[in-house]
């Protein structure tokens, strides 16, 4: 049985590798082609025809399993491809976001080299303090707390330690440089003095 059509369709790549494997005739032509014997008794297959049958259907298989493969490794691509324009489009959407504080700060910079007046400085500075720590809750990224808290390393990192009284071991002391969690995924350790 000859199975020499090319494969256009790869969502009937299955079926054709069934209809191989299970000798299905592909067509009424096909069968009758298949049945003309040239006697009345059927003539048995040589061993030289079992194995160029069987060549050819390995040909085939062989020919479905590169198109399939080709067919994954495409989707594979395409899947990647957008998931690093998913990541670029995220990043421009942070970007945006900040983009009215750092015309905040120019704004301020501005207020510094036209005034003396110190408190109202300090205001606007405070004013966009606030700001970006409003914009930091809203991406869920909070400090994490140091004040009068247990050493947790899970949270903090010691950069040292400090005789402090027996009530204060194992206690923050000092905090050198805040930490940060991403909802409750620590993205900077805070680094901290501890009492021993």
């Known amino acids: 049985m000859k199975h ?18 299970n000798n299905t005739p592909e067509s009424p ?27 050819k259907r390995v040909a085939e298989l062989e020919d479905i399993r590169l198109r399939q493969m080709a067919e994954f490794d495409n989707y ?16 421009d959407k942070l970007l945006v976001d900040i983009l009215p504080l750092v015309d ?17 400085l300090r205001e606007g500075i405070d004013l966009i303090y606030s700001k970006f720590i409003a914009w930091l809750d809203k991406q869920d ?17 010691a950069i040292t330690t400090f005789a ?12 050198t440089q805040k930490g940060y969690k991403h909802g409750d995924r620590v993205i900077r350790f805070a680094k901290v003095v501890v009492g021993e």
């Open 76 to 91: 594979r691509r395409r899947t990647n491809k957008e998931k690093l324009d998913l990541m670029d489009t995220a990043g």
């Open 141 to 157: 990224v909070h400090a994490i707390d140091t004040v009068d808290a247990d050493f947790n390393t899970d949270e903090h990192e």
């Open 164 to 175: 402090a009284g027996e009530d204060k071991r194992g206690k923050i002391i000092d905090c």
């Open 104 to 120: 905040d700060f120019e704004r301020a910079r501005d207020a510094m080299a036209k005034t003396d007046d110190i408190t109202s």
């Open 29 to 55: 032509e096909s069968a009758e082609a298949q049945e003309t014997p040239e006697t009345p008794e059927e003539q048995p297959e040589t061993p030289e025809q079992q194995i160029e049958r069987l060549e």
């Open 4 to 21: 020499n059509k090319h494969i256009s369709n790869p969502d009937n790549l299955q079926s054709e590798v069934d209809d191989i494997l």
